[in-house]
């Protein structure tokens, strides 16, 4: 297994680019939501946006785990 | 101590045995709930009149000669979000509350109220389940028996803190990151988080379905395994329920350790943790003879996925609400909703193939050992609006810590039993107990153990104590 983890900040740069830039991952997180059917205003837009800023913290170690080649993405979980 | 702050063991067999009546024992729990809920916000609602009829339908039952059951007249309540016949479950949430009563009862409810106990009402808990406080716009916040100015934990804060507090010998919560766990540990009491799959799930509310389980806080593991075998059997209803055989966990109870090999991982489960819940998992650990177990350094990543899978299905599962009624949401649950629309569909593919790859590597730990013991906690109980806590010299966020030994687990969906330790600091601590798929069984006879050599136990918190 090779764990070969970056720093979160740059996982943040590289992986959602604008997300260092605030109005770029306002701008995001609402064309996200509206994805998803979900027309907010703009100060819940921004609650939103550093919700999800928020949850990066967490999230940087998968992003940068390395899986083992040929993994099947279809998922096999099963208890 | 009277029946009406005893085990659900003693209840049951006080009723069975003619000592007492049902009716006597359900009038009793209701007067000491409106006596004492107040202090600390448990249950969301009661169905006195439901109650009252069954205990007499029970009472009656006796008259004739007919078996009551061997729950028989056990008062007990369950989260707000299992459905149950004439009531609304809320699920913590204004909008469901504004939806008709439900039309049939959760299966495990029912399976519960067919072998005799006598469901009193609906407890708090978290918006849609989502979060570790219990501390609800809506319905308001459930305190800690053991200390008012601290959370009972959540989302099953209502479930934990009635059993706690002595208001039922035991509850219905439910857990998909740690929901039993983190409650279960903070307010001192058993709880069990079974297999997923194992316990139907039919006419619950869901949070984020892959990992969401059913399971009871009860004061001793005794009672913890009577209302586990209670509530086994397939459902075809739900869909994620396994069609395996019933595994009785009582009638072995008190057969003890031996034969089982007991592990304790290391790394990621023994740092950012503080003295006296480390001080607790030392204590289990030794007195079960845990022997070091090496985890990998992956366990930061497998929170991540349990986060990113959470994110997005609890999004997907609340979207029409969300879409509609977003302003009618708790503002602490409403943006962890919404932010989940935001995450990237190849976050959530990597998460989904990081907890295949995950299950396999698991299952490694349990080659040469058959229960792993672990914190459920970083942290005892944090107080209301406490936003971090001193762990190891440094200032965390708690919003960071409460899930730390317990979301990472939520992948494999292995079954969880919590064991409580009391602290010499008046608040206990948990340790999670951690056993193979469908074993059970052999967690609630080490839950047991502990319990009879007095490692582990469970206390009605000091201010609600009859003497």
Redo the contacts between chains.
């Keep these: 297994m090779k764990d070969e983890r970056p720093e979160p900040e740059s996982l943040i740069a590289d992986t959602l680019a604008p997300a260092t830039d605030q109005p770029a991952l306002r701008n995001y997180v609402d064309q996200a939501l509206k994805l998803n059917g979900l027309v907010l205003p703009a100060e819940e837009i921004a609650l939103t946006a550093a919700e999800f800023e928020r949850g990066l913290e967490i999230i940087a170690p998968l992003l940068g785990f390395e899986l083992p080649d040929r993994l099947d993405l279809a998922g096999t979980f099963r208890a | 101590m009277t029946l009406v702050t005893a085990d659900a063991k003693v209840v049951a067999d006080a009723i069975r045995t003619g000592q007492s009546s049902a009716s006597a024992v359900i009038d009793a729990a209701l007067d000491r709930i409106a006596a004492n809920n107040p202090r600390i916000n448990a249950f969301t609602a009661l169905m006195e009149d439901d109650a009252r009829r069954q205990a007499e339908a029970i009472d009656a039952s006796m008259r004739e000669g007919k078996d009551p059951g061997p729950l028989a007249g056990v008062p007990f309540a369950v989260k707000d979000l299992y459905d149950v016949a004439g009531h609304v479950t809320r699920a913590g949430s204004k909008i469901h509350a504004e939806r008709p009563p439900a039309k049939k009862t959760a299966t495990v409810v029912q399976r519960l109220q067919n072998a005799g106990a006598v469901l009193l009402g609906h407890l708090n808990m978290e918006e849609y389940a989502y979060g570790f406080f219990t501390d609800n716009e809506h319905y308001g916040r459930t305190l800690n028996p053991h200390d008012l100015t601290r959370t009972a934990g959540g989302s099953s804060g209502g479930s934990a803190a009635a059993v706690a507090a002595g208001l039922v010998p035991f509850s219905l919560g439910s857990d998909t990151n740690g929901s039993i766990r983190v409650p279960a540990a903070f307010t001192g009491t058993y709880g069990l988080k079974p297999?997923?799959?194992r316990l139907s799930r039919a006419g619950s509310v869901l949070f984020v379905s892959?990992f969401d389980h059913v399971g009871p806080f009860a004061r001793t593991p005794t009672d913890l395994a009577c209302i586990y075998d209670v509530m086994q059997g397939y459902d075809s209803t739900d869909p994620v329920c396994r069609d395996v055989p019933v595994a009785a966990a009582l009638p072995g109870l008190a057969t003890g350790i031996a034969g089982l090999r007991f592990g304790r991982p290391d790394g990621y489960f023994a740092e950012v943790i503080d003295a006296p819940s480390r001080a607790a998992v030392d204590c289990v650990s030794a007195a079960l003879g845990a022997r070091a177990v090496a985890m990998?350094?992956?366990l930061?990543?497998a929170?991540?996925?349990a986060?990113?899978i959470t994110?997005v299905e609890a999004?997907a599962g609340r979207?029409v609400e969300?879409?509609s009624r977003?302003a009618d949401f708790d503002p602490k649950t409403r943006?962890?909703f919404?932010?989940g629309?935001?995450?990237?569909g190849a976050?959530y593919?990597?998460?989904?193939?990081?907890?295949?790859?995950f299950?396999e590597a698991a299952k490694e730990w349990f080659s040469e050992n058959d229960i792993l013991v672990m914190p459920v906690s970083p942290v005892q109980a944090p107080q209301f609006g406490q936003s971090e806590a001193m762990v190891e010299g440094s200032a965390l966020p708690i919003?960071?810590l409460l899930a730390r030994f317990v979301q990472p687990l939520a992948?494999?969906?292995?079954p969880i039993v919590v064991v409580p330790v009391p602290g010499n600091n008046g608040l206990p601590a948990g340790v999670q107990l951690m056993g193979r798929?469908f074993e059970e069984d052999k967690l609630l006879r080490a839950a047991a153990w502990l319990e009879t050599n007095g490692v582990t136990r469970s206390d009605i918190a000091v201010g609600f104590r009859e003497d």
């Excluded at chain 2, 629309?341 to 990237?344: G, L, R």
């Excluded at chain 2, 989904?352 to 790859?357: E, I, S, T």
């Excluded at chain 2, 992948?411 to 292995?414: E, N």
């Design positions: 297999t997923y799959g892959s990998p350094n992956c930061d990543a929170r991540a996925a986060f990113v994110s999004m979207q969300l879409s977003y943006y962890r919404l932010a629309a935001a995450m990237p976050w593919a990597k998460a989904q193939a990081f907890r295949g790859w299950a919003r960071l992948l494999l969906g292995y798929p």
